[in-house]
């Protein structure tokens, strides 16, 4: 087999694709990308991995100059992964942007797992790289992560995790729920109360909230939000509270 012209012939034909068949061309590219990047482990695995840098060169020329060595090796690493997760290039409905970040993840499982909520929530490109940055599959609960494997039906309460550590000087101290908001780009510390609010939660509250910023919030995101859940909600308590970013909220057992 003539294998750089194979490879010469398929990218050709994804250039002119390109430009006739807009609405499918994403498809098309993957699939492409694909075929070629299983033609050059072929290839290397015959003539040596220097096989990648020759050929770049050619096809810079013969195809377009955006078909560097980088390029081309991206396209093989693309072939291994869809190989590895026993993935179909006709079957996936995620874009090349999107598997491009999962290159970075080992754990199949995890792979499955943002792969899901990308189809789920429809995610962008920057959504998909706050939630695998923020490790929300890590901060899933064990047995939530169990259910998925076993792929058992799930429910919101699966996705929270309950009660999150966090160490003060030498003792833990116990946040009920810690969620991430992607909308806002925040934490939200959530406290759930028995009791009618009183003004020791706010001071409990607004300690985690600042422990969160300091160790755990990045630069790019905003401030950490606390919300108290109390059954009993203290108008005149939250109305000396200076921090706008603490909330309460009344609830009512049914």
Known sequence: MNYYNEIKNKLIDNEVYSKIKDY????????TYY???????????KYGDDIIG???KKLSIDVNKKYNSRTLRRMRQLYQFFEKQKWSPLGTKLSIIHIRQLFCLNDNNEINYYANQIEKRNLSKRQLE??????????????TKRRLLDKENSNVVDFIK???????????????????????KCYVVVELKVTEL??????????Y???IDKNIKSIEEDKTIGIIICKKNNKFIMEYCS???ILSKEYELV
């Open 162 to 184: 309950n009660e999150y550590p966090i160490k003060l000087g030498s003792r833990y101290n116990y946040i009920d729920l810690l969620l991430y908001n992607i909308k806002f």
């Open 24 to 31: 499918s061309k994403e498809r098309h590219t993957l699939l």
């Open 198 to 207: 009183k003004k020791d939660y706010i001071g409990q509250i607004l300690t």
């Open 54 to 56: 020759n050929y770049s």
């Open 243 to 245: 921090d706008d970013r």
């Open 209 to 211: 909230m600042n422990y």
């Open 130 to 143: 706050e939630i695998i940055k923020n490790k929300e599959y890590e901060r899933l609960p064990e047995d």
């Open 35 to 45: 075929e070629v990047g299983k033609l050059l482990l072929e290839a290397g695995k």
